[in-house]
């Protein structure tokens, strides 16, 4: 058995913490959760944090090691030390590593959740052994995380990875970051179901313009022909600037199958700078332990 590491994934609805043993992660040594209840407030959710720890403490009958990993919403601003563009949003503003270290008397080694999900498939999930490793996470919004020899890229913004808001030819959709045309505001989950709707006239969430699709439904055709093309322009600029061995593609409209086709690297190459695409576009392995395990695997840190 490895040393074992123990990390919380701090969510907008539930708190998740786990005990990890980083030879074996396909059985968390122990797991549980607890409501976040983030109307309660600040204080509440240091509090339910705490008990997290306390918890795992009584479970297991060891005592928290000196690193803990938590995994946030938002990011850490690194210049304050305050947590910004999280939509738990009384956490905004505030310096929770600092204060996490106060009340637990331990190290925090803190990150957010895209850049936790990067960390869990790049070390024990879809990508190990890549050492360039950029995590996607392509849902209700549009991040990503960077590992570098299982280190995550923190940058010196807190931004590194953050893709979602680069510009996209011809785009003009008004985007909630204040700009226009933002890659989120054409690929995002809530953007193809916006696509499809002033095309169709009709509103289907995107697990149901995919069957449609499937069926060979013209708007829906349409819709995903789009995203091949957007997602293509938007990850060839990654990829000319990365470089990256692997790419793991989360969220909900990660799902969708086209990511994955020959026909959609072939568009990917078209963008980039170089002839061929050998960059592999890969599906999660982790499911929904990515975050908590990703949360633990930041006390590996150097
Ligand atoms: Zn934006």
Same mark, same amino acid.
């Given at each position: @058995? ?6 919380? $994934?701090? &969510?907008?609805?539930?708190? =998740?913490?786990? /005990? ?6 396909? %059985? ?12 309660? !407030? ?28 938590? +995994?946030?919403?938002?990011? @850490?601003? *690194? ?27 331990? =190290? /925090?080694? @803190? ?10 498939? %790049? ?19 549009v991040? !990503?995380?960077?590992? /570098? ?6 940058? %010196? ?5 953050e893709?979602g808001h680069n510009p996209l030819?011809?785009e003009t959709h008004p985007c909630y970051c204040g700009r226009k045309g933002c890659v989120e505001t054409a ?13 169709? &006239?009709?509103?289907?969430?995107? *697990? ?11 708007? %829906? ?23 990256? $061995? ?7 409209? &990660? ?12 568009? /990917? ?24 395990? +990703?949360?633990? @695997? ?5």
């Amino acid at each position: @058995m490895s040393e074992l590491l123990w990390g919380i $994934d701090l &969510g907008g609805t539930k708190i =998740e913490g786990v /005990i990890l043993d980083p030879s074996r992660p396909e %059985a968390a040594v122990h797991r549980l959760r607890r409501e976040t209840q983030a109307p309660k !407030g600040y204080d509440f959710i240091l509090a339910q944090i705490e008990g997290v720890v306390r918890d795992l403490e009584s479970v297991s009958g060891l005592v928290c090691p000196p690193r803990l990993g938590v +995994g946030t919403p938002g990011a @850490m601003e *690194p210049s304050t030390g305050a947590l910004k563009n999280s939509n738990t949003t009384c956490l905004n503003g505030r310096p929770l590593k600092g204060d996490l270290e106060c009340r637990l008397t331990r =190290e /925090i080694f @803190m990150a957010n959740d895209a850049n936790c999900f990067a960390l869990a498939e %790049a070390t024990l999930g879809a990508a190990v052994g890549d050492q360039v490793v950029m995590g996607l996470i392509l849902g209700t919004g549009v991040g !990503g995380g960077i590992v /570098i020899n299982g280190q995550v890229l923190q940058g %010196a913004h807190g931004i590194a990875g953050e893709w979602g808001h680069n510009p996209l030819m011809g785009e003009t959709h008004p985007c909630y970051c204040g700009r226009k045309g933002c890659v989120e505001t054409a690929i995002a989950g809530p953007s193809l179901e916006r696509f499809y709707q002033e095309t169709a &006239g009709a509103r289907l969430r995107v *697990p149901d313009i995919v069957r449609a699709a499937a069926d060979g439904e013209a708007h %829906a055709l349409t819709t995903l022909d789009r995203l091949r093309w957007k997602f293509a322009e938007a990850i060839a600029a990654v990829i000319n600037i990365l470089d990256p $061995d692997a790419i793991v593609i989360g969220g909900g409209v &990660g799902n969708v199958e086209i990511l994955y086709t020959e026909e959609t690297r072939r568009v /990917i190459e078209r963008f980039l700078f170089h002839p061929t695409l050998s960059t592999r576009l890969l599906r999660p392995q982790l499911g929904d332990s990515a975050g908590v395990f +990703g949360a633990a @695997m930041l006390t590996n840190a150097r």
